[in-house]
């Protein structure tokens, strides 16, 4: 039976960060004890934020708005969106795993490929743990990712894009920046995965403390680095950012080598998240140190 009992954000955070902590399902599957996640941070967007219409607007019609995701699946509640909150959270890689994959020239080394596996498999239950914790404290949640009208749409933009974007979400709340790679640098980096739950819970959103969608990136700030380019072994990512497709289908090619070589049925890659500035930090020194002081960092020039 539904209790009616309020969470509070710290609640809320404590679920996340318990799980993490104490869940079996957090786990390499490799018959150790290593855990697949370092401790996670936790961000909340309003679903009332103008940014969820920007995405939509950007991306194309199929991309949801929390409104739409959460009345699609609980249409009897009808609720607004500002009685809406969407609850982020960035799972960082941990230290050994990324240093395994930055010995990589071509295919994921053998943790990483297990990360994508079997760290997506904790990612998952950690959505559904996260909506029941919530739905027993009588606040319907839904998580958009494992929503079973969730789709990836062709898109002559983004060559694909999908109803939900996990990255967008932490960036709504306030969790990070995208990169050349498109990847989301966040203030553990770029090595980690995200997800999030859309809960009928309003609660104080958390600023976004940034100004631009780039600003946690050095060749968008200033210029420079360009690292990731080098990195990808298929040439994914160039200056003009990151070529889906091919990425798509390297990922694809990645299941045959995962297969034969560590005998598991998986996949990935993610050689640009490592050896690079944006690894396990925030490579813009203005942005960390203001992210550091809660102030925000002033935009960052044109590029030339
Ligand atoms: S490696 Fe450099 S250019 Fe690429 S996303 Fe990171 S900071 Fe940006
Ligand atoms: S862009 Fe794709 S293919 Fe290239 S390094 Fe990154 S994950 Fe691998």
Known sequence: MEKNVRMSK????????????????NSMQNGTDEPA???ALVGFASGADQIWQQYKEY????????????????????VSAECLTVI????????????????????PSE?????????????VALRHHLVER???????????????????VKSERFSYASSWSERHAAHAAGLGTFGLCDGLI??????????????????????????????YCLFYTDGTCGKCIDRCPVRAITESGHNKEKCRQHLTISREYVKEIYKFEGYGCGLCQVGVPCESIIPVKTA?????????????????
């Open 288 to 304: 960390r140190d203001a992210l550091k002081k809660g102030e925000l960092p002033p935009p960052p020039p044109p590029l030339a």
């Open 59 to 78: 991306v194309g019609a199929f991309h949801w708005t929390p409104w739409e995701v959460f009345n699609q699946h609980l249409p009897e509640k009808n």
């Open 111 to 123: 943790e990483w490929a297990r990360i994508r596996v079997f760290g997506e498999e904790f990612n």
């Open 88 to 107: 982020s959270w960035i799972l960082p890689q941990r230290k050994y795993v990324r240093k395994t994959n930055r010995s990589s020239k071509k295919y």
């Open 186 to 215: 966040t203030a553990h980096g770029k090595a980690m995965r995200t997800g999030s739950v859309v809960a009928q819970l309003p609660v104080e959103p958390d600023p976004r403390p940034y100004s631009d969608h780039h600003a």
């Open 10 to 25: 710290d609640q809320i955070k404590s679920i996340i960060l318990d799980f993490i902590s104490d869940s079996s399902l």
């Open 134 to 152: 919530l739905e027993v404290a009588g606040h319907k949640a839904v998580a958009p990712m494992l929503a079973p009208n969730w789709t990836i």
């Open 37 to 39: 996640w370092d401790q």
